[in-house]
């Protein structure tokens, strides 16, 4: 994943995130990305948490688009 990417969150954990929806890479540093979540706020969250958007089936895609 890189700046500039959507990617879709599969797994929020106990962060201000929430399942299915999508945020924009602000950052790429290693294993971590920096978004804005929920609370309005940067945040580092780990990579694992999110697979990019282009990645998910077109029927998923299109409606967390």
Do not use: H
Not at 41 to 46: A, H, K, L, T, V
Not at 50 to 61: C, I, S, T
Request: charged fraction near 25%; hydrophobic fraction near 35%.
């Amino acid at each position: 994943m890189k700046r500039g990417d959507i990617v879709y969150c599969l797994n929020p954990g106990s962060y201000p995130l929430t399942a299915g929806e999508t945020y924009q890479v602000l950052l790429c540093e290693g294993d971590w990305l920096l978004v804005i979540g929920d609370s309005g706020f940067e945040g580092r969250y780990s990579s694992a948490r999110f697979k990019p958007l282009e990645d998910l089936p077109q029927e998923v895609a299109r409606e967390a688009a």
